[in-house]
């Protein structure tokens, strides 16, 4: 049967890796709705590729754009909130959340409402209203498939059994372009070396946060939401090769892990085709080329952001939201050049010490503490640049 599908940021680099895939097998998938924020080329050309009935664009100064470059095709250009949770709720059966940024929380949240099965890599959204969302996942019996791939690992090894047998999960972390350098050298790095990752071929958002490791400590938060475990069971440690994407500890000590090359295909394939498995033109794993797995123990003093993720986890349901805006504020200036490296940890500590807040009730307040936080953010990044 062919599965009816809407990517939320398409033109991303999870969004164009799900097209790939989806374009290789079109008897497979037909495409419903595609989005975007501000790239009309690649958004009209995914549109008119795959047959798309819906192009939204989420800036609205684009939309004439959009229109005009789908003139004369069976696809709709649109722009605006109520588009963008039309593109999430309308005809597909399976949505993949690619949105970067808590931008992502409201379609999902609209994906949710309509009983869509959500593929999710939009890790912030999770982070920021991860109980919300898993509650209103559960009470409208939707699954969310966890694409990040770390997660996805822990989604594999588990199975369909639940968390009871569970010890711990262990995250593999790469430790980003930065693992060997000091503290002084890193504070010298520049946008274009914190985005060079050394493994994975990523947006730049995510590629920063690897370098500061703020992207595991939003893992951590994310596993804890979705396999609802307290933080200490669950485990960072560094795996420089990447090859193994996480572990799956159980009670009896029995460990089980999922291995493969590093290539997001791999996991948004096992989502696209859950619970059946597709083919990838993804590279094979081949372990005696590879020679050796190398593990050790994170460092908390060079990479600070791995103890503020932590200790937000551990605090209350407001503090992960203070530490998502406030470090989607400090990536962007400093990809802007506005701030340097060190900064960013430095600031998301700050506006965790200074922005108040209780545990948001619903998605509208946890919208009011992001925009609170951003505001407070964003006046802290004009004072140092
Ligand atoms: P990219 O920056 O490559 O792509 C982001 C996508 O979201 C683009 O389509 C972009 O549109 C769109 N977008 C950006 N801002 C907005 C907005 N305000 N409203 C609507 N759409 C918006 O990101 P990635 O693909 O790297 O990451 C996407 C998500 O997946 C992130 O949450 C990331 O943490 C997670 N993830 C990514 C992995 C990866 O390998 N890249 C691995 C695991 C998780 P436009 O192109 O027009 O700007």
């Given at each position: 049967m062919t599965r009816k599908i809407s990517i939320l940021g398409a033109t991303g680099s999870v969004g164009t890796s799900t097209l790939d895939l989806v374009e290789r097998a079109p008897e497979r998938f037909e495409v419903v709705a595609l989005t975007a924020a501000t790239n009309v080329d690649a958004l009209a050309d995914a549109a008119k590729r795959t047959g798309a009935k819906l192009a939204v664009i989420a800036d609205p100064r684009r939309y004439e754009a959009m229109k005009e470059a789908l003139a004369g095709t069976d696809c709709q250009a649109a722009t605006g909130d109520d588009a963008m949770a039309e593109a999430a709720s309308g005809d597909a059966d399976w949505v993949m959340a690619a949105i970067v940024g808590c931008a992502g929380l409201k379609p999902v949240m609209a994906a949710i409402a309509a009983g869509k099965t959500v593929a999710l890599a939009n890790k912030e959204s999770l982070v920021t209203a991860g109980q919300l969302m898993m509650d209103a996942a559960r009470a409208r019996g939707v699954e969310i498939l966890p694409v990040d791939s770390e997660h996805n690992a822990i989604f594999q090894c588990l199975g369909s059994r639940s968390c009871?047998?569970?010890?711990?999960?262990?995250?593999?972390?790469?430790?980003?372009?930065?693992?060997?350098?000091?503290?002084?050298?890193?504070?010298?790095?520049?946008?274009?070396?914190?985005?060079?990752?050394?493994?994975?071929?990523?947006?730049a958002k995510i590629s920063v946060d690897s370098a500061t490791m703020m992207n595991k400590g939003l893992e951590l938060i994310e596993a804890h939401h979705l396999y609802d475990l307290p933080s200490e069971r669950i485990d960072i440690v560094v795996h420089p090769q990447s090859i193994v994407?996480?572990?799956?500890?159980?009670?009896?000590?029995?460990?089980?892990?999922?291995?493969?090359?590093?290539?997001?295909?791999?996991?948004?394939?096992?989502?696209?085709?859950w619970p059946d498995r597709m083919e990838t033109p993804c590279e094979r794993l081949d372990l005696a080329a590879a020679g050796r797995l190398d593990f050790e123990a994170p460092?908390?003093?060079?990479?600070?952001?791995?103890?503020?993720?932590?200790?937000?986890?551990?605090?209350?349901?407001?503090?992960?939201?203070?530490?998502?805006?406030?470090?989607?504020?400090?990536?962007?200036?400093?990809?802007?050049?506005?701030?340097?490296?060190?900064?960013?940890?430095?600031?998301?500590?700050?506006?965790?010490?200074?922005?108040?807040?209780?545990?948001?009730?619903?998605?509208?307040?946890?919208?009011?503490?992001?925009?609170?936080?951003?505001?407070?953010?964003?006046?802290?990044?004009?004072?140092?640049?």
């Open positions: 009871d047998d569970v010890a711990r999960l262990i995250l593999t972390a790469s430790g980003g372009p930065f693992r060997q350098k000091s503290a002084a050298e890193m504070a010298q790095m520049t946008p274009k070396q914190a985005v060079a990752h050394p493994n994975w071929s990523m947006g994407h996480s572990l799956v500890e159980f009670i009896d000590g029995s460990q089980l892990a999922q291995l493969g090359p590093s290539d997001m295909r791999i996991p948004i394939a096992h989502a696209l085709a460092d908390m003093e060079r990479f600070p952001s791995l103890r503020l993720a932590r200790t937000a986890l551990e605090a209350d349901t407001s503090r992960p939201v203070v530490l998502n805006a406030a470090n989607e504020v400090a990536v962007d200036a400093f990809l802007n050049g506005r701030i340097g490296f060190a900064d960013i940890a430095a600031e998301v500590e700050r506006a965790l010490d200074e922005v108040e807040g209780a545990p948001p009730a619903s998605i509208e307040e946890v919208i009011d503490l992001d925009q609170r936080t951003r505001a407070f953010a964003d006046a802290r990044m004009a004072e140092l640049a």
